[in-house]
């Protein structure tokens, strides 16, 4: 890669497509900084950054962290606004704008050009500003996922965010550290036989290949136990800290970068560190995994302005994988909001997704624990980048938060007391089993939550002749019955919200582009971009999307149109008797729909926030 000058920078932020915006904006400054100041002094006291843990939850667990990087020297340069803060667990996005005028009777006016902030704010589990470095990072969110990682569970990491956000550098200071912390808490650990086995590889869209092994193609696959494997990586044995970062330094000198307008060491790629934590004391037990992924940024059109032909292709795959893993991000946050329906989360979509299994299956047979990374940038150059990252992760937060409670399946081993626990090992086990040993005190979910390794000692433990396959037969016996009345819980979900017609689910079970019917919310608005040369009026498109088989009645405005793009935005409101079964899909099928107006849909996502009533047009 080449180092961009700073003048060079500068010179392509004048030429911009947001340049005359935030010019107007800029030229306002000191109007808008009181008004800016006023609504950050409504942030609540920064609280100590505390990372909960759930002992005894059986579901994936996931924690939303929001990172807002300082300023970088072209945006310091510049003189952009500040316009993202944080006190922690909080996050303010101000945008600024003008009102615009407004015409009252008899020719009367009120003036319009009278700067406005609207504050948007999010709350979410950790929220951490320019002044907390690495280190503050680290301790907080990536040390309590090495105690579960060594005790045979899944811990992932991820940074998402807009490309030159900082997540590149909020990785690399946790690799840093956990090169160090990792054998420090592992060589802790009395008797603890661990081995530990390092993979890194990058995804290219859905091509994969091997950082570690002159980028060799290796593939993600899911085998019949719903297991997901990174099949041909080359996997080193670590010893120690030296190691570590020998394997980390040589990954990242195979890793694609380029440099852009945003970032001279541009991502390309997502790249994905895997640490496996091998158990050889108890070779039954399954292995510890500690998943660290850097993902590429996603890119707006303004960010990919002076990208070339090839940069614009590795735009288009990046955010296509980066769509997939929006979608698996709402739906998740969905149905932890609303247990008691189903809510189909697509991560068979793509490579990326798939290996983040996981991380989305809210009741997964492994003890998992995810921290989601949104970092985000400071200013108002990229305000709208900024806000569209907080809008799909903050979701997580209130889904959780929000969670409707259903009543426990009795049957369920997750909702045992200890007595019922206690009576179905006594007759599992035809008395060969001590309870007092193996659940002296621990309710169903308590005992399913703790590791496997140590079930297996508890089971072993004074009873010489109880093999270790025979324990760990007696395990999985325990989590069988746990994962069929989920099952059975799952068709009850679907059936409810067929109408009972269970086969209609299962005639697209194998279909990838079929099954992704996946809003179990009432139809949100629509956001619409076409190819046109010339505008549309609102009227016109309103008459050829009503024509549509799927569509009853609609409502639309036009937000916007380029000449230069050729293009046409619109915000639209449908209305249809087959809701759940036509509109619930993914954007690649809802931009087929559209393209039978005979307009070429560019681009079309469900919308976060609904538009005022006002502006539309019957």
Request: charged residues 30%; negative net charge.
């Amino acid at each position: 890669f080449h180092t961009m000058e700073l003048k060079d920078r500068l010179d392509l932020l004048k030429v911009s497509k947001i340049s005359q915006k935030l010019e107007k904006l800029m030229e306002c400054a000191d109007k808008f900084e009181p008004l800016i100041s006023t609504e950050v002094g409504k942030l609540g006291t920064k609280e100590v950054f505390k990372c909960s843990n759930k002992e005894d939850s059986l579901e994936s667990e996931m924690v939303v962290c929001v990172r807002v990087r300082p300023r970088l020297s072209h945006e310091v340069s510049s003189n952009y606004m500040m316009s993202t803060f944080t006190s922690n667990p909080e996050v303010l996005v101000v945008e600024p704008s003008f009102r615009r005028s407004v015409h009252i009777g008899d020719g009367g006016q009120i003036p319009g050009d009278m700067p406005r902030i609207t504050p948007n704010k999010f709350t979410v589990d950790m929220a951490f500003g320019e002044e907390d470095d690495n280190n503050v990072v680290y301790e907080a969110v990536a040390q309590p996922l090495i105690d579960l990682s060594l005790q045979g569970g899944i811990s992932t990491i991820f940074a998402y965010g807009q490309t030159g956000s900082g997540k590149t550098f909020t990785i690399s200071g946790i690799l840093d550290k956990l090169a160090v912390d990792l054998f420090n808490r592992k060589d802790g650990k009395e008797d603890n036989g661990l081995k530990l086995h390092l993979s890194y590889i990058q995804l290219l869209g859905n091509v994969a290949t091997d950082l570690l092994d002159d980028n060799t193609k290796v593939d993600i696959l899911e085998d019949k136990f719903g297991k997901v494997n990174i099949v041909g990586a080359k996997e080193e044995e670590i010893t120690n800290t030296e190691d570590f970062m020998n394997l980390i330094t040589t990954a990242a000198e195979h890793r694609s970068t380029s440099t852009t307008m945003k970032n001279d060491t541009s991502s390309r790629s997502h790249a994905v560190c895997r640490v496996r934590l091998e158990n050889t004391t108890f070779r039954e037990a399954e292995d510890g995994f500690l998943f660290i992924i850097d993902l590429a940024g996603s890119e707006n059109a303004a960010d990919s302005q002076f990208h070339d032909k090839s940069r614009i292709k590795e735009t288009k795959e990046i955010n296509k994988s980066l769509m997939c893993l929006k979608d698996c991000i709402r739906n998740r946050a969905k149905s932890a909001s609303e247990p008691q329906s189903f809510v189909h989360i697509p991560f068979r979509q793509s490579k990326l997704s798939l290996l983040l299994k996981d991380a989305f299956e809210l009741e997964s047979h492994r003890l998992c624990r995810t921290v989601v990374f949104a970092n985000i940038a400071p200013t108002l150059a990229d305000n709208a980048m900024t806000l569209n990252t907080l809008r799909y992760v903050a979701p997580i937060k209130m889904g959780v938060k929000n969670r409707t409670k259903i009543a426990p399946n009795p049957k369920s081993p997750a909702n045992w007391s200890n007595e019922k626990l206690v009576e179905w090992v006594k007759k599992e086990s035809n008395g060969k089993i001590d309870s007092n040993t193996l659940c002296p005190w621990e309710s169903g979910k308590q005992f399913l939550s703790l590791p496997e390794a140590e079930i297996l000692k508890r089971i072993m433990e004074n009873n010489p002749k109880i093999t270790e396959k025979k324990a760990k037969d007696f395990y999985v016996r325990l989590w069988k019955l746990l994962v069929d009345e989920r099952i059975k819980e799952r068709k009850a979900k679907m059936k409810k919200q067929s109408g009972g017609k269970l086969g209609i689910s299962r005639a697209h079970e194998n279909d990838e582009d079929e099954e992704m019917i996946a809003r179990n919310n009432e139809l949100p608005e629509i956001d619409l971009k076409i190819e046109t040369a010339t505008q549309i009026s609102d009227k016109d498109f309103a008459e050829k999307v009503l024509k549509l088989d799927e569509v009853d009645e609609v409502k639309l405005f036009t937000d916007s149109y380029s000449s230069q793009e050729n293009a046409q935005r619109f915000f639209i409101q449908l209305k249809t008797d087959d809701v759940n079964a036509t509109w619930h899909l993914t954007s690649e099928t809802m931009k087929k729909v559209f393209s039978k107006t005979g307009l070429k849909a560019l681009y079309c996502d469900f919308r976060d926030v609904r538009s005022e009533d006002s502006k539309f047009e019957q």
